[in-house]
């Protein structure tokens, strides 16, 4: 089956404890992306990677890490949250940077 | 700057009847794809429909429809024949074509609507 999977789906942490937010396609695709949603403020776009080593800043990158080690794998690391990165994350991949990004399932995360 | 404005936050339908939810975005590029995204209570986001700028017919599936006003800058969804399982929050976005590589699609902020029985 054609998916994008994330893991953990819920978590709950402290500040300045490091966390890494896995995601992983099968389909394949050439882009990934990560986003956040908040309340209010539909989703943003975090960190993008066109390719393998290939990954640049999106709207709101500020206090996230991403690398792209193989293609369908897509990190996002926060190496000290705070209580502001408390969101609900997406990773989503697309075959073209155009086309229909398919998202995963969401990581619910909670930093105290 | 591109944004997506969806001016309504809740809307509420009857059952088996019909509802269209309003989208308007701003850009100043001819050249993207437009989006309607379905999130459930279970969060997962759900592609409900998908129209590209270049093409002047509405996108239609099943019983989902656009309509795409593109001078207006203007996307709507109608959902006929409501059901239940239609509740979510529904997003609408859009992506440039050619506004560099960046897989940045732009969401609006949603709307949820309720199905009722």
């Known amino acids: 089956e054609a998916q994008v999977t994330q893991n953990p789906r819920y978590l709950i942490t402290v500040t300045g404890k490091k966390l890494t937010v896995t995601c992983s396609q099968n389909m394949n695709h050439e882009y990934m992306s990560w986003y956040r949603q908040d309340p209010g403020l539909g989703l943003r776009q975090i960190y993008y990677s066109m390719n393998v080593e290939a990954t640049d800043k999106g709207d709101v990158p500020e206090g996230y890490k991403v690398s792209r080690k193989e293609k369908r794998n897509f990190p996002l690391i926060l190496e000290s949250p705070s209580p502001n990165q408390t969101s609900l994350y997406f990773c989503?991949?697309?075959?073209?940077?155009?086309?229909?990004?398919?998202f995963g399932p969401g990581t619910r995360l909670l930093v105290l | 700057a591109q944004t997506v404005t969806q001016s309504q936050p809740e809307m509420s339908v009857q059952e088996a009847e019909t509802v269209t939810l309003s989208c308007t975005y701003d850009t100043s590029e001819s050249n993207y794809y437009l989006f309607w995204y379905k999130q459930p209570p279970s969060r997962q986001m759900i592609l409900v429909i998908r129209q590209e700028a270049y093409k002047q017919q509405n996108a239609t599936e099943n019983r989902f429809s656009v309509n795409f006003q593109k001078a207006a800058k203007s996307f709507s969804l109608k959902i006929s024949d409501s059901q239940l399982g239609d509740t979510a929050m529904y997003f609408c976005a859009f992506i440039l074509l050619y506004g560099g590589a960046t897989n940045k699609l732009i969401f609006g902020t949603g709307t949820l609507l309720a199905v009722q029985p």
């Open positions: 989503a991949s697309s075959m073209y940077h155009q086309e229909t990004q398919y």
